[in-house]
């Protein structure tokens, strides 16, 4: 899948690869991408000339709607599997054993063994044990860092799965392509602090009873990341309608906000043509709700997963609130609005408390006069990003003005977020006004959809154009601030280049 995260995020390196073993066998499925319907039906009547007579009679029907009848077992404590993918509609199959409550994490390596990247854009579907059912569906990592693919499963009873990988070119429905002979490697991994490969400060499974602060479960110890950034995966399921889980966690010191984002839980995916990833749960729509160590209501994000809140549907909104260091908080996740309990209700967190964040505005910054300074770097695509982050304080009454230059022959795009960041703030306007402050083009957030003015799929309006070098302005507003919750921050990427 191709799209590119326009607002920063402060993800710490979570290295999962490099102290395995490595299984080396290259895979061939008997029956690798072919379909196969078969009916019998045979009854026999006998009987014996001696004392017993038997009479039975079977009827049995089976479909192979691809290759799980041939899977290749393959361990849950990351033994990679290594293949290649022939061509376009190459699949390849392989099953797991998992207990009912298990969670398992399954991730392909593409990287050629050296670092070097293969060209394979791999896709994960896993399915029932015969493959007649589509559980999950996986093209990438939530955040996407590059072409390999990971899933979360959750296994609701206890059993054989089994796993598909293939190309992206396939699964999405297109018939020729680059795929030939493409190499991967793939494993399983059970989602056990205990497991090696995994660290017991990332790793936080609930154990419930959790349903209030007092009951909480303690993330006391979270993993460290570089600049002291520190991170972890809460993660449970809920055992019906009212079922809460709390967590709690201290921020360190050093931090100036914490993140609190889903890893992408919904719906089974799609086996192909519909490029819908999906990672099995039936939990269709999740809150949760940041407090204090008493309760009072900092941020709340409540999501329906079917990407109806938000414009990428593999993207979901996540709360990233400007916080003091050393600050103690707690973390309730629950159904969200809409939400009836299902067969297989688990859900993710990642939490990362940040050390670093965007550029703050200097109040008061109320006119273009009085703005507040953008500081621009170079950014991978040849352009300069500027990222700023402020408070409107209180809504209503605050505005906030950016000031910046571009320069004759680059576009202005924008990527910004109050409530999809989980901020209070009802209605932030977003708006560029030229040097003479007259609006040129503005818009007001609508639910958690984000804010993204680019050339690119998906963007909620188009890039600005400039005729000339000149002084610009990006201008931030809110109706209300939401009785619900205190956060009233907002964020926002101006990205300047050369289209
Ligand atoms: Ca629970
Ligand atoms: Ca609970
Ligand atoms: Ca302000
Ligand atoms: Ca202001």
Not at 355 to 362: A, C, M, P
Request: aromatic share 8%; glycine share 10%.
């Amino acid at each position: 899948m191709k799209y590119q995260f326009l607002i920063p995020f402060f993800l710490a390196s979570v290295s999962l690869a490099g102290c395995w073993s490595v299984q080396d066998i290259d895979v061939v499925n008997p029956d690798e991408g072919a379909s196969d319907s078969d009916t019998d039906t045979d009854t026999d009547t006998d009987a014996d000339a001696d004392t017993d007579s038997d009479t039975d009679s079977d009827t049995d029907t089976d479909t192979d709607v691809n290759g799980c009848d041939y899977a290749i077992p393959m361990d849950t404590a990351a033994t990679f599997v290594q293949g290649m993918l022939e061509q376009i509609d190459d699949i390849n199959h392989y099953s797991i054993t998992l207990a009912a409550g298990d969670f398992v994490q399954i991730f392909t390596d593409i990287h050629n063994g050296d670092g070097t990247l293969s060209l394979l854009d791999p896709v994960i579907t896993l399915w029932n044990a015969d493959g007649t059912a589509l559980l999950a569906t996986a093209d990438d990592q939530i955040p996407r860092l590059d072409m390999d693919s990971e899933l979360i499963y959750h296994a609701p009873t206890a059993g054989t799965y089994c796993v598909a990988i293939e190309g992206w070119e396939h699964w999405s429905g297109q018939t020729a392509g680059l795929t030939t002979n493409w190499h991967y490697a793939m494993a399983a991994l059970l989602m056990d602090p205990s497991q090696i490969g995994w660290s017991s400060d990332f790793l936080h499974p609930e154990a419930e009873t959790n349903d209030t602060i007092a009951d909480a479960n303690d993330m006391t110890s979270m993993a460290v990341g570089s600049s002291n950034t520190t991170y972890g995966r809460a993660y449970g399921d809920l055992s019906g309608a009212t079922d809460v889980d709390v967590f709690t966690y201290t921020l360190p010191t050093e931090a100036v906000a914490t993140s609190i984002g889903f890893y992408k839980p919904f719906g089974a995916g799609s086996s192909g043509g519909g490029g819908v990833q999906g990672h099995g749960s039936t939990l269709t729509d999740g809150m949760f709700t940041l407090t204090d160590m008493s309760g009072n209501v900092i941020s709340t994000l409540d999501v329906s997963f079917d990407g109806a809140d938000w414009v990428t549907p593999n993207n979901p909104p996540d709360a990233n609130v400007p916080m003091a260091g050393g600050t103690q908080v707690a973390v309730h996740f629950e159904g969200g609005t809409g939400w009836t309990p299902g067969a297989n209700d688990f859900y993710v967190l990642e939490i990362i408390n940040q050390t670093s964040d965007n550029t703050g505005e200097v109040e008061t910054n109320d006119t273009a006069g009085t703005a507040s300074t953008t500081t621009f770097a170079a950014n991978t695509s040849g352009g300069e990003s500027g990222f700023v982050m402020g408070a409107i304080d209180p809504a209503g009454t605050d505005v906030d003005y950016w000031e910046f230059d571009a320069l004759a022959g680059e576009e202005i795009a924008l990527a910004c977020g109050a409530a999809s960041n989980g901020s209070g703030l009802v209605d932030a306007t977003f708006a560029i006004h030229n040097a003479s402050d007259t609006l040129i083009q503005e818009e007001t957030e609508s639910g958690y959809d984000s804010i993204l003015w680019s050339s690119a799929t998906g963007a909620s309006m188009p890039p600005i154009s400039v005729s000339a070098n000149a002084t610009y302005y990006l201008v931030i507003s809110a109706a209300s601030q939401s009785a619900a919750m205190t956060a009233n921050h907002y964020r926002c990427a101006i990205h300047r280049g050369i289209p």
